[in-house]
């Protein structure tokens, strides 16, 4: 019996690892970082026991109907139950469960803990995308606030925590191999502590449902090592210089004062005359924000990192980078030669055909005609063009 | 609204007219008895819930008046006594009922519904006093909560009325009298039950200060 | 109408023109045709037509199911566009909990409650009759919202604010939360009705420790209608009144707060997770004994485990929201007071296991469903324990290992269940047997389709698929043969041979009804009440009642120790029958047919009608309930003595309800 029982648990455990995918991005027993460590080291042990216990129960049943199947013998003894055998089946499942909850309780306070947060970053969902907002925080070259999306970078060995919120509806940060999960909730703050022991980039997704494009609201969080992440914040400090006159980004540049900049902010964009451009998105769409786009070429991904700004192959380059390399290939950006050019010109000249949204006229009566998304902008050709060209020089 | 009145409607004034005596049950209480209880558990839940919502939203009154500047606590106090005397007229109804008096039972039956009808009269003057103070329905999560607990509470005193008229107009064309004291006595039971549940808002709603 | 049972002698039910018109409509009197279903108030053909009708909605909710795992099928799916896949996944939730599973139970419930506990009808035969027909119409009202503009497209937990007016323009959520509230009046005076009837309604000796434990399980189910039910319809009136008439009760922007509709949905949500299972649970405790001719082991432990299961349920809530940010302090209560819950949950699978242990199994399909629930409910079980950990549910809330964990719950638990009683009650209530050979296949299609289908779903969830995603994209999926591309197809296949498992079923029920064999009197050898009289029963249930002294009465009155200790038949059912047949009661008056639960049930979709687009339409729903409320009341619930024909003189008849 007891070999029967360590052939099965070993047997189904087998089955059940070698039945998963290697390398799955959003893989919950991935652990890379202290929090999500915590939590692996709590549920492993719990699902064996499960395991264990459901192994027991089905080789019972299946022992009981082998063995008591109707061969013709009498009817049975009309036994009503042995109270004994009861109260101690009862207690043992009991006693189990009291240590998990001893372990759980920790853990649970545990992974509370904020006192010894060494960064902050505002994180603030809305339909369908990220936004990540750096305060000033002098000690990490953080002198003037950095507002970015799609992407979070974090400094790796480093305590962070995620202040949330939500400008809509009700959404869910989730990098599995950081932390579990913590609902964004509109009128409310709450707190999520992540960590990455190893520079890399880490996948996640939106995990509330949220609507049309819940499907389409990805993240992924990028750890630096140190000396990385400061060259990356200042990077996302470098002031703004407008592409050289008579280019083609130049022109670029126009089209986007004129189409884009109404809800989009480029920081430290002018107009001829000299007054900074600055972006309101608070009047065309619901939840009052549109990200902003300043240094959109250090980041990998657009659209709520549903797609992705490096083609295919410059993209396995820097996922399939090691740790010591991972920093230097992300810090790249986006160049020409890696720019994913067909999803982008395909977002630029429909934006709700690649993504679900809700622009659609008929359906805004209840917002006052204010968008959830990205609407059509019926831009030409040759302004898609030119808006390519300028974009790639937002470094 | 219609829903709650089509509940009660139907398990009150429906059943009980079976026409046919007591039935031996195992618990010694009638059918229609031990359902209007558990019916009244039910809506404990039922107000459980728009009170909680009440409590959470009460101090969210946004632009609109605060719970201090509208309430009119010496009005609301004497609706509310008449309200706790018709308790006492609904006893006296269901004891004569018990006597087979059908007289006194459709007097004091009477009298309680037009107790409970001047407590929903003020209501309807409160709410309009209310509504001229610019406490309207959607002004504030305060004023919304505020008017979907009374308001619920109103519907549940407006059905007890309507129950209290029927089942005058019932005994009235009964041949043996004193057949409906079962029915009187759960009327009863649900005017008791809608009388507590006034207190404890009145106390919550009224008394205690946000 | 008015009815004779003269048993035994004649079977024939006379009707009669009521004498004197009560209310503004004379009774119905027909006793055949649509009208004698339409009308009537008898628990039994009430049973049956919340069963066919929660199976036409089972049928609705698998095609919706269907058309998920299709677009599910391959990376980036073009069956069905967001939009549309959102309200498809809404629907067969709403669709399988609240007109599936949980019409299904008290379809069963309406049967064979009164049959168990020795009554003749229920205790409200008329609320009985309103009950069904408010779920059927809330039903329908529900689903009419597909040909009006789209169907809810909130998920089933249907959240703030998404669920709000801004977020979700189209009448889907309106149809939705009025229709649910319709239903909810229907599981309300289901409730009260039940209740009283198995508190009241008793034959002579029956305590409630002799109750069969199908009957105590409802018991709970109805305690735990009774008091969630109204906590749902809080919160679909302040959604209503959101919707329709301006109120602010989940919009941020006036300073509410969207957690108030979570903490209010899940105080009903997860009772509502009891309140699916244990009527299941209650069936195969009766079907395990029966087909292992022993007693359930542990009676009392069975009963005092559900009551407490019932208990706890309200206590727990909140683990549906360990990542809604409730504090350290709540979660940690909440995640200790999950793992409680699993404790009598236990009890019960460890119960089942001793009934079979040292039993003399007969593999009937009835017994193969019960088994599959015990070994498919055990998996569900302990994955719920594992997210009952609260840091770890953190990672696996909101993925596909939840689905896998309810669907191994509620299909494997819930829905293995309500088949096992198909096939153990089918000859009671139809008078024949479903095939058993068709229904082996019906149950190892379902048993490999089922876990095709929702075993990988704890690979793809615990791999970080999430749920509720219309599509999923190859990049997040993983690499090797057995990715999440794998798994998901595999899944896919599963549910198509879930669907011809299910389709066995009904081929089974046509088949069964053409020519199935004609069912003997106690085809299983069965132990409770309910078997104590015809197949399928008279109108009146039994002609005398009979008074009980055992547990497992009729096995008790079958079978008796010889001398040497060993349980040896002493009579066939065919003779306990012809006891009750010989000491029976003259005139039994039924409770008399009526249109009014039909007609106050047709004026709440009315009302709900003119909330959505027009209040006076509103009004006139209205005054349909009035005037249903109005005739109800001057009428009375069983036709008096003189309508009936031959009159009878009051002296010897048996007045039921």
Same mark, same amino acid.
């Given at each position: ?395 | ?19 046919? /005596?007591?039935?031996?049950?195992? *618990?010694?209480?009638? !059918?229609?008895?031990? #359902?209007?209880?558990?019916? %009244?558990? +039910? ?78 009269? /003020?209501?309807?003057?409160?709410? *309009?006093?209310?509504? !001229?103070?610019?406490? #309207?329905?959607?002004?504030? %999560?305060? +004023? ?67 | ?657």
């Amino acid at each position: 019996m007891r070999r029967m029982l360590t052939v099965g648990v070993g047997l189904s455990t087998s089955l059940v690892l070698a039945g998963c995918a290697t390398n799955a991005p959003q893989d919950t027993f991935q652990p890379k970082g202290p929090n999500a460590q915590m939590i692996d080291d709590l549920q492993k042990p719990v699902f064996a026991v499960a395991g264990i216990i459901g192994v027991i129960v089905t080789v019972a049943v299946l022992y009981a109907i082998y063995k008591f199947r109707d061969r013709g013998q009498p009817i049975p003894e009309q036994t009503h139950g042995k109270p004994a055998l009861e109260i101690t089946l009862t207690i043992i499942p009991a006693l189990i469960l009291t240590v998990v909850g001893v372990f759980t309780f920790r853990t649970v306070f545990d992974l509370a803990k904020t006192s010894d947060t060494e960064m902050i970053i505002n994180v603030t969902g809305q339909q369908w995308w990220w936004e990540y907002d750096y305060p000033v925080q002098n000690e990490y070259g953080i002198t003037q606030p950095i507002i970015t999306s799609g992407q979070l970078v974090i400094p790796v060995g480093t305590k962070v925590m995620l202040r949330q919120t939500s400008r809509d509806v009700i959404h869910s940060y989730w990098i599995p191999a950081l932390n579990g999960k913590r609902d964004a909730v509109p009128g409310r703050v709450h707190l999520n502590r992540i960590e990455a022991d190893e520079p890399g980039i880490y996948a996640g997704q939106c995990t509330e449902f949220c609507g049309l494009s819940h499907a389409n609201m990805r993240m992924e969080a990028v750890a630096l090592s140190k000396a990385d992440f400061a060259k990356w914040v200042a990077g996302q400090l470098k002031p703004y210089t407008p592409p050289a006159e008579n280019t083609l980004a130049k022109e670029g540049e126009a089209v986007f004062v004129n189409q884009c900049a109404r809800c989009h902010q480029v920081n430290g964009m002018k107009r001829a005359d000299g007054t900074a451009i600055i972006a309101a998105p608070d009047e065309s769409v619901v939840s009052g924000a549109a990200p902003n786009l300043s240094h959109l070429m250090s980041r990998n991904t657009f659209a709520g990192a549903m797609f992705d700004l490096l083609n295919t192959s410059c993209r396995k380059d820097v996922w399939d980078a090691d740790s010591e390399s991972f920093g230097a290939k992300y810090l790249q950006g986006v160049s020409e030669d890696c720019l994913n050019q067909s999803d982008l010109r395909g977002w630029l000249r429909n934006a709700p055909e690649m993504k679900p949204m809700y622009v659609n006229p008929e359906l805004l009566s209840s917002t006052g005609g204010k968008y959830r998304g990205m609407p059509y902008l019926g831009l030409t050709e040759s302004d898609i063009e030119k808006l390519v060209a300028y974009l790639l020089t937002l470094k | 609204m219609w829903f709650t009145l089509a509940e009660h409607a139907v398990i009150t004034a429906g059943e009980h007219d079976t026409g046919h /005596g007591d039935h031996h049950t195992s *618990t010694g209480l009638s !059918n229609n008895k031990l #359902g209007m209880w558990l019916f %009244l558990g +039910s809506e404990c839940l039922l107000f459980g819930g728009l009170i909680s919502t009440y409590m959470l939203y009460r101090g969210r009154v946004g632009e609109g008046p605060r719970p201090s500047q509208v309430f009119d606590i010496p009005f609301t106090s004497v609706s509310s006594f008449v309200l706790l005397m018709s308790s006492l007229t609904m006893v006296l109804a269901v004891s004569a009922a018990h006597k087979g008096d059908d007289r006194n039972t459709n007097l004091w039956v009477t009298i309680t519904a037009l107790l409970g009808a001047t407590f929903v009269g /003020g209501q309807v003057y409160e709410f *309009t006093a209310f509504y !001229n103070e610019g406490m #309207g329905f959607t002004t504030s %999560l305060f +004023s919304s909560s505020f008017y979907v607990l009374t308001g619920f509470h109103g519907v549940h005193v407006t059905v007890g009325i309507i129950m209290l008229m029927s089942i005058v107009g019932i005994m009235k064309r009964s041949k043996t009298p004193g057949s409906k004291a079962e029915t009187v006595e759960m009327i009863g039971l649900y005017w008791h039950f809608v009388d507590v549940v006034w207190i404890i808002i009145f106390t919550l709603i009224y008394l205690v200060p946000a | 109408m008015a009815i004779i049972e003269r048993p035994p002698s004649t079977e024939v039910a006379t009707p009669a023109t009521p004498s004197s018109s009560l209310g503004a409509l004379k009774r119905p009197v027909s006793t055949t045709g649509w009208k004698s279903w339409v009308f009537t108030v008898d628990h039994k053909k009430l049973g049956i037509m919340y069963s066919a009708t929660a199976l036409f909605f089972f049928i609705v909710g698998g095609l919706e199911a269907v058309l998920i795992r299709l677009q599910l099928a391959a990376p980036n799916g073009k069956v069905l566009n967001a939009d549309l896949y959102n309200q498809m996944f809404t629907m067969h939730a709403t669709t399988m909990v609240f007109l599936f599973v949980m019409p299904m139970a008290a379809g069963l419930a309406n049967y064979f409650i009164p049959l168990q506990i020795g009554a003749r009808d229920v205790a409200f035969p008329r609320i009985n009759a309103f009950g069904f027909w408010a779920f059927l119409f809330g039903g329908i009202f529900i689903n009419l919202s597909w040909f009006m503009g789209g169907a809810a497209d909130g998920g089933w937990f249907m959240y703030a604010p998404n669920s709000g007016p801004v977020f979700s323009p189209s009448h889907g959520i309106d149809f939705w939360t009025l229709g649910l509230q319709i239903t909810g009046i229907a599981s309300l005076t289901g409730a009260v009705n039940l209740i009283t009837t198995v508190l009241n309604m008793r034959a002579p000796g029956m305590k409630l420790m002799r109750m069969p434990i199908f009957t105590w399980m409802q018991l709970v189910v109805q305690f735990l209608l009774l008091f969630a039910v109204p906590v749902i319809t809080v919160a679909l009136f302040l959604l209503s009144f959101q919707r329709n008439f301006g109120a602010t009760f989940f919009d941020v922007a006036s300073g509410a707060d969207p957690l108030l509709w979570q903490h209010l949905f899940w105080i009903f949500g997860h009772p509502e997770v009891y309140i699916l299972i244990l009527p299941s649970f209650g069936v195969i405790s009766e079907v395990l004994p029966v087909f292992s001719r022993k007693p359930l082991f542990g009676y009392p432990f069975v009963v005092f485990s559900g009551a407490a299961i019932g208990f706890v349920g309200w206590g727990v809530w909140a683990h549906h929201m360990f990542a809604s940010g409730l504090g350290p302090v709540s979660v940690a209560v909440f995640s200790v007071a999950t793992m409680a819950i699993a404790v009598p949950t236990g009890v019960k699978v460890v119960n089942w296991t001793m009934t079979l242990w040292g039993g003399k199994l007969e593999f009937t399909v009835a017994m193969k469903f019960a088994i599959g629930l015990i070994v498919l409910f055990t998996i569900g079980g302990l994955s719920g324990v594992t997210h009952s950990v609260a840091p770890s549910d953190t990672q696996q809330t909101d993925t596909y290992y939840i689905v896998a964990h309810f669907h191994y719950v509620l299909f494997g638990g819930a829905i293995f269940g309500l088949f096992s009683g198909f096939y153990y009650w089918w000859p009671k209530v139809f008078g024949k047997l479903l095939n058993e050979k068709l229904g082996t296949w019906n149950f190892w299609l379902m048993v490999i389709g089922m876990n095709m289908t929702f075993g990988p779903m704890h690979i793809l969830g615990l791999q970080g698929q999430p749920r509720r995603m219309y599509v999923w994209t190859e990049q997040r999926a993983g690499e090797g043969f057995f990715n999440l591309g794998f798994w998901n197809t595999f899944a896919s296949i599963g549910s198509l041979i879930l669907t011809v498992g299910v389709l066995l079923f009904l081929i089974n029920i046509v088949i069964t009804a053409r020519n199935g064999k004609i069912a003997p009197l106690d085809p299983w050898n069965a132990r409770s009440l309910e078997w104590m009289t015809s197949n399928p029963p008279k109108e009146h249930n039994f002609d005398s009642i009979p008074t009980v002294s055992h547990l497992d009465e009729f096995f008790h009155r079958k079978y008796q120790e010889d001398a040497n200790g060993q349980m040896v038949q002493v009579k066939t059912a065919e003779q306990v029958l012809k006891e009750l047949e010989d000491n029976a009661d003259a005139h039994i008056h039924m409770p008399s047919p009526s249109y009014w639960p039909i007609i106050i049930a047709l004026g709440l979709p009315v009302i709900a009608f003119g909330m959505i687009y027009s209040i006076p339409i509103s009004i006139v729903g209205g005054v349909i309930v009035l005037f249903g409320v109005y005739g109800w009341a001057i009428e009375p619930s069983t036709a008096p003595d003189d309508d009936f024909d031959p009159p009878t003189t009051t002296k010897d008849v048996v007045h039921v309800g």
